[in-house]
Structure formats: C-alpha cells, structure tokens
C-alpha cells in the first residue's frame, strides 16, 4: 500500500522558518523524483520546488528561490523543504508529490511549466504564516 505522509507544517510569524518532511513507503521510491506544490484558498494547486532522483538536482518556484530548500534522504525515502523567511503568503496547504518524474520547463514567454508522471500525493498539511 503506496502511502505519503507530510509533516513538519504549523503556524509561525512571518520572517520565521519551518521545516517539512514527507516519507513515503509501500514500494520501491529510489528512482522516484520527489516535490512540493501548495495551494492556498481560493487558487489553484502551485509547484513549489522539486528534486531529481538521480543527479539531486533541484528545481524551484520563482517566489521561493533563496528561500527555501529542498533536500532529499534515499535512504529514508524521505524528502524535505526547509521554508526560511516565510511571508504571509506563503500561505498554504503543502502536498507532497512522490513520482516517476518531475519536469519541470520554462516556455518561450518564461512560463513554469510542470509536468508530473505517476504521481503519488499526500493529504496536505497546512502552514499558515501570520503577520
């Protein structure tokens, strides 16, 4: 049974830091690449930052980049992102996506296109940043 769990998420005051974590379990993850998205109420579900698994190279979203980091444990198969200088909107529900790939590309009009394979999602976890 493919499972993803999130944790880590919470309240802090702006300009303060949270660290999430995500595990996932139920088969084989070591060539999975691994991400975050957000949505926060009243939008759509965005992509936050993701990490390959092969070279752990990592991709960010323009409003987090120096920011946040994304890290990732194969051993645990555990993926995390350590939020610093948090703003009042990042506010948001974080999922967890555990899949076969991640891609993430820029169009021609410097668009961040996402596109997700087999993707498996945890529940989502809240973090709400006060200001």
């Known amino acids: 049974q493919v499972q993803v769990i999130e944790s880590g998420g919470g309240l802090v005051q702006a300009g303060g830091s949270l660290r999430l974590s995500c595990e996932a379990s139920g088969r084989n993850w070591s060539h999975a690449d691994m991400g975050w998205f957000r949505q926060a109420l009243g939008k759509e579900r965005e992509f936050v930052a993701s990490v390959k698994y092969n070279s752990g190279s990592a991709n960010y979203a323009d409003s987090v980049k120096g920011r946040f980091a994304i890290s990732r444990d194969n051993a645990k198969n555990t993926v995390y992102l350590q939020m610093n200088s948090l703003k009042p909107e990042d506010t948001a529900v974080y999922y967890c996506?555990?899949?076969?790939?991640?891609?993430?590309?820029?169009?021609?009009?410097?668009?961040?296109?996402?596109?997700?394979?087999?993707?498996?999602w945890g529940q989502g976890i809240q973090v709400t940043v006060s200001s």
């Open positions: 996506a555990v899949a076969d790939s991640i891609v993430v590309s820029t169009t021609t009009y410097n668009i961040t296109v996402v596109t997700t394979t087999n993707a498996n």
